[in-house]
Nanobody
Framework: VQLVESGGGLVQAGGSLRLDCAVS????????IAWFRQSPGKEREGVSC????????YVVDSVKGRFSTPSDAAKNTVALQMNNLEPGDTAVYAC??????????????????????WGQGTQVTVSS
């Protein structure tokens, strides 16, 4: 089982980045893909969660309107499009796989569930 993130980097405030999470070794029919982020001294924060099977998508209020999960990602890839980035978005972003049953159970509080698999994370730094 592998989840590999790509697309992180350094960007100025107001800029955009797109992160991709390429998954292998398990069936996306059974899993939703979530994005989490964590910056030094702060707790891990769930950012978004997408079930590609039925299109169910959750985006947390703190990034709603700026972050999205575009549907044009390749098969076995889930993307996180980040627009109008702010210095407060600076963090390590990691994708994770969560069984779709857990997503149905937790709904909008999906971030309370512990995912089954994790990627290694990618650094996003937003300069002011």
């Amino acid at each position: 089982v592998q989840l590999v993130e790509s697309g992180g980097g350094l960007v100025q405030a107001g800029g955009s980045l797109r992160l991709d999470c390429a998954v292998s070794g398990f069936n996306l029919e059974n899993y939703a893909i979530a994005w989490f982020r964590q910056s030094p001294g702060k707790e891990r924060e769930g950012v978004s969660c997408l079930n590609k099977n039925d299109g169910t998508t959750y985006v947390v209020d703190s990034v709603k309107g700026r972050f999205s999960t575009p549907s044009d990602a390749a098969k076995n890839t889930v993307a996180l499009q980040m627009n109008n980035l702010e210095p407060g978005d600076t963090a390590v972003y990691a994708c994770a796989a969560m069984h779709v049953g857990a997503l149905r159970t937790f709904g909008r509080e999906w971030y309370l569930e512990s995912p089954d698999y994790w990627g290694q994370g990618t650094q996003v730094t937003v300069s002011s």
